[in-house]
């Protein structure tokens, strides 16, 4: 049974660093099939897919947040990371991790986590 | 960036009904395209890949159809449990975009 599970601080200043990670359980971050990704959903609105990494480490960033985010690995623990810097009340949302099964010529994301409710304010 | 919109934005229909749900993208996607449930509270749900095929353990009274630009879902007979917000989503090109949702109430 593959489970994904986001955690980290859900509430965060103006200005500062966003920081989830998401564990993942039942797959291996290792896996050269799949792409691990954030996807967003501010309270209320549709979903905004972030970027993912791959097992080597590449990734790929949406280009709306490239500047301020970096999404990285740890194959040791089995987790990836996001981290999303210079944060404003525009970045207050529900913050999924998911897998993106890219071993089929058509990709889906097959598992995503509950979410986790991130807010942005002082 | 390939835009998706969805039409109807909001549909209201009774136990029984059948609805269809339209995703128009903005430029040719083949049949990179996914469906997904969304229930309040929760994580969206995967219905459909490669524009028609059904996921694995999803009600067969749910399908998908078409390529290139425009696609839909399709639930035949709705279910009191199938009223939710249904996003597509494309799967082409990066960044990957989702529509921006239809909410199926209840009449």
């Known amino acids: 049974q593959v489970q994904l599970q986001e ?12 920081s989830l990670i998401c564990t993942v359980s039942g ?4 896996s050269r099939d799949y792409y691990w990704t954030w996807i967003r959903q501010p309270p209320g609105k549709g979903l905004e897919w972030i970027g993912y990494i791959y097992y080597n480490g590449g990734s790929h960033y949406n280009p709306s947040l490239k500047s301020r985010v970096t ?4 194959t040791s623990e089995n987790q990836f990371s996001l981290k999303l810097s210079s944060v404003t009340a525009a970045d207050t949302a529900l913050y999924y991790c998911a897998r993106e099964n890219q071993g089929v010529m058509f990709p889906f994301f097959d598992f995503w986590g509950q979410g986790t409710l991130v807010t942005v304010s002082s | 960036d390939i835009q998706l ?7 209201s229909a009774s136990v029984g009904d059948r609805v269809t749900i339209t995703c128009r993208a903005s430029q040719g996607i083949s049949s990179y395209l996914a469906w997904y449930q969304q229930k309040p509270g929760k994580a969206p749900k995967l219905l459909i890949y490669a524009a028609s095929t059904l996921q694995s353990g999803v009600p067969s009274r749910f399908s998908g159809s078409g390529s290139g630009t425009e ?3 399709t639930i035949n007979s709705l279910k009191p449990e ?3 917000t249904y996003y597509c989503q494309q799967l082409n090109s990066y960044p990957s975009t989702f529509g921006q949702g239809t909410k199926v109430e209840i009449k």
Do not use: H, N, W, Y
Not at chain 1, 71 to 74: A, G, K, L, P, R
């Open chain 1, 7 to 18: 955690s980290g601080p859900g509430l965060v200043k103006p200005s500062e660093t966003l």
């Open chain 1, 27 to 30: 797959a291996s971050v290792r």
């Open chain 1, 71 to 74: 999404i990285s690995v740890d």
């Open chain 2, 5 to 11: 919109t969805q039409s109807p934005s909001f549909l």
């Open chain 2, 71 to 73: 696609f839909t879902l």
């Open chain 2, 82 to 84: 199938d009223f939710a």
